[in-house]
């Protein structure tokens, strides 16, 4: 019986003489991984669809509990992704954590929010630094773990300074930060202090524009450079906690940029 899929390639591993292994995050069944017979040889058709980051759709077959490429065909190579180790580091990244969080579902937004940061790296459109932060805070969101930072968690305060506390997912105004630690006595340097970031007024409306917009417009927004370090901070700090661990290609990414 023959599946017919579309999807990015998240992986793609060498085996033996020629074959590949890849990993699919699919539109129509989650991620799903699959066998492509001589997909090293340069006369194979299936080789280049089904290299890393490609979008592609394929033709599967199943031969017990495996699936085989049959068939498959190109539909974005996001080629530009390879004109900058920066680029290229960031796109390894977003795949590293698509490998982490999907599963058997289909998840529809995640794959539509993943292709089009790919598409922005590789066209140059928009800073790499706004399009990490735009895949970073939406894709935990569409996983379940979208934070409240429209307004503060005490007073529903919406303007001025917070603290994005990362592990709550939730915003305090200033004033609510500043009485609670009066009133519990604690201070910043205590051993089990909340991991809190600093949103500035800019920083806290664009968290809430990257979590809420429609998917095709979030990178529409523009944001000062000091709120872009401190947005870049708060999303990075709330993936990794809320996902419990760090990325090697996170690192590799922070290390070509700086
Ligand atoms: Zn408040």
Redesign the pocket.
């Known amino acids: 019986m023959l599946t017919e899929i579309t999807g990015l390639v998240l992986k793609s591993v060498n085996l033996g003489e020629s074959d590949r292994l890849i990993t699919v995050f699919t539109k129509e069944m989650g991620t799903v991984s699959a066998l492509v017979k001589g997909a090293r040889s340069l006369k194979n058709r299936n080789m280049s669809a089904t290299q890393q980051f490609c979008y592609s759709s394929m033709m599967l077959y199943k031969k017990g509990d495996k699936f085989w490429v049959r068939e498959s065909s190109l539909i974005e190579s996001f080629f530009g992704l390879r004109d900058s180790i920066e680029a290229l580091s960031l796109a390894g990244y977003i795949v590293e954590v698509l490998s982490d969080v999907t599963t058997a579902e289909a998840e529809a937004d995640l794959l539509r929010l993943s292709l089009n940061c790919l598409y922005a790296i590789s066209e140059k459109k928009y800073s790499l630094e706004k399009i990490k932060a735009a895949f970073e805070i939406r894709a935990v969101s569409i996983i379940g773990f979208m934070p409240e930072v429209l307004t ?6 919406t303007k001025g300074d917070f603290f994005f506390d990362i592990m709550a997912g939730n915003i ?6 500043e009485r609670i630690m009066r009133e519990t006595g604690r201070n910043v340097d205590d051993g089990e202090r909340r991991v809190v970031t600093i949103l500035s007024d800019g920083a806290k409306v664009a968290l809430g524009y990257l979590i809420h917009s429609p998917l095709e417009r979030i990178f529409a927004f523009n944001i000062s450079d000091e709120d872009m370090a401190l947005l870049s901070r708060a999303t990075e700090e709330y993936i990794l906690n809320q996902l419990e661990r760090t990325f090697k290609s996170l690192e590799f990414y922070k290390e070509v940029k700086r």
Request: aromatic share 8%.
């Open positions: 503060c968690r005490e007073c529903e305060e305090e105004c200033y004033a609510c930060h």
